[in-house]
């Protein structure tokens, strides 16, 4: 069994937060949670307000109104934030420093020392790489490294700024199990990512936004359960289409005349109405996945918008 992190139950909650540049609202009334124990998949287009959500949340950005809290205060009302908090958003590294070497740059300002550095370097697959310099180093050893900054200070909340990009397909799955792991501790994991399929087999919840509002909100599973493949069928008598299915033990949801039906193939509902002698205006396999899904809440969101996502403001920053 795993130890549980001192700093279980310290959850993140972001309440009506807006933030405008300019002419451009980057983020509009946002509000959600994020449970402790749990990896909530942060999601959204680029462009889609996830990194002014992120850097408001860590008070790098004031927003014009809402509050993001962690563990129930803002995150500068700390008195160590970098230790309640490992966040990763926009790395710099400089080329000249070994990964060793820049990870000490950061460990006086979070009270450790070299054996948690040295700690961290295995524990994100650069124990080889310690004494190379990060300017040689890929896209995918560069997140490594900085996901061992954020686990530094051995935070009880994690904040990551689309940490999959540049990982191979292993280091996606290597990372995959590393977020796993740490939820299974009782931290806060929050991930952002603007591609649901780098995340899908990582996260427990998600939260959607587009145009800087929030789309949708809700555990993976029922996310899942909303992709579901499905038969849509109509005909003249929606009441006796639909109860015939139930009695064959089929899901069946109704929708004005039309019925989705789960648990069925096309086939085998045609037949069902064919035996009941029930008359058919449509009958469709319809095969949804949770991509689709994905995208179905984003254009929802932007349609609801009625104007572009938050490109950016006038200071030149991406309101990614």
């Known amino acids: 069994m795993r130890d549980p992190h001192p700093a279980n139950g310290t959850s993140i909650e972001i309440r009506g937060l807006t933030k405008t540049f300019g002419a451009v609202r980057a983020v509009d009334d946002l509000t959600f949670d994020v449970a402790p124990g749990r990896v909530t998949g942060f999601l959204g287009p680029n462009g889609s307000g ?50 060793r070497a820049h990870l000490r740059t950061l ?4 009270g450790v020392g070299d054996a948690r550095i040295d700690e961290v370097i295995g524990q994100v697959g650069l124990a080889d790489a310690a004494e190379r310099k990060v300017g040689g180093f890929s896209l995918g050893m560069r997140q490594r490294l900085a996901l061992a900054g954020t686990l530094l200070a051995d935070p009880g909340v994690l904040v990551l700024d689309e940490p999959a990009n540049g990982l191979d397909p292993a280091g996606i799955i290597w990372l995959r199990d590393l977020l796993r792991f740490l939820a299974g501790q009782g931290r806060t994991v929050l991930v952002s990512s603007h591609v649901l399929a780098e995340v899908q087999a990582s996260v427990d919840d998600v939260v959607v936004i587009a145009n800087g509002r929030l789309v949708h909100a809700s555990s993976l599973t029922e996310m899942v359960h909303l992709s579901d493949s499905h038969v849509r069928v109509s005909g003249p008598d929606p009441a006796a289409l639909g109860a015939a299915a139930e009695r064959l033990g089929w899901r069946v949801e109704r929708a004005n005349d039309v019925l989705r039906v789960r648990g069925a193939s096309a086939a085998e509902v045609g037949a069902a109405a064919f035996a009941a002698g029930l008359e058919l205006h449509e009958l469709t396999a319809v095969e949804a996945n949770l991509e689709q899904t994905f995208f179905e809440f984003v254009a929802r969101g932007e349609q609801d918008a009625g104007q572009p996502g938050d490109k950016g403001n006038n200071n030149g920053e991406a309101a990614a």
């Open 107 to 110: 460990a006086p300002h979070l």
């Open 50 to 99: 996830k990194t002014t959500t992120l850097r408001m949340l860590l008070g790098l950005v004031r927003p014009d109104s809402g509050v993001a809290l962690v563990g129930g205060r803002p995150y500068v009302e700390h008195p160590n934030p970098g230790r309640v908090v490992g966040a990763s958003l926009e790395a710099n590294f400089h080329p000249g420093r070994t990964a």
